[in-house]
């Protein structure tokens, strides 16, 4: 198992309960093939540096795993990327 770091940033107008099944749907994506979530840090809304798809504040997530396989990362960045509430995301190796 590899240890990854995920940080993504969500849109601001999304209510508390899609926005919990988000997070949840994005982190259950990183513990399939037997993977695990060692610690889940939401910061919550911030504001954002620079504009990103006209939105100017964010929800951030942090993410520390152990993933079983680099196809369970590659299908996480394929996800996120599709996904229209993710504004950014960053996957990190440790």
């Known amino acids: 198992m590899k240890k990854y770091e995920v940080m993504y940033i969500l ?3 999304i209510d508390d309960a899609n926005r919990n099944t988000l ?10 093939d037997g993977g695990t979530i060692e610690n889940v840090n ?3 809304l ?6 990103i798809k006209k939105e100017k504040k964010g929800y951030y997530v942090v993410v ?3 993933v ?3 196809a369970v990362i590659d299908e996480f960045d394929r996800r996120a990327k599709l996904n229209v509430n ?3 995301h960053l ?4």
């Open 91 to 94: 996957i990190v190796a440790k």
């Open 46 to 51: 911030k504001d954002l540096a620079y504009e």
């Open 42 to 44: 939401e910061w919550g």
């Open 11 to 13: 849109k601001s107008n």
């Open 86 to 88: 993710v504004l950014r």
């Open 64 to 66: 520390e795993a152990n």
């Open 23 to 32: 997070i949840g749907t994005l982190n259950d994506l990183l513990t399939t």
């Open 68 to 70: 079983a396989s680099t």
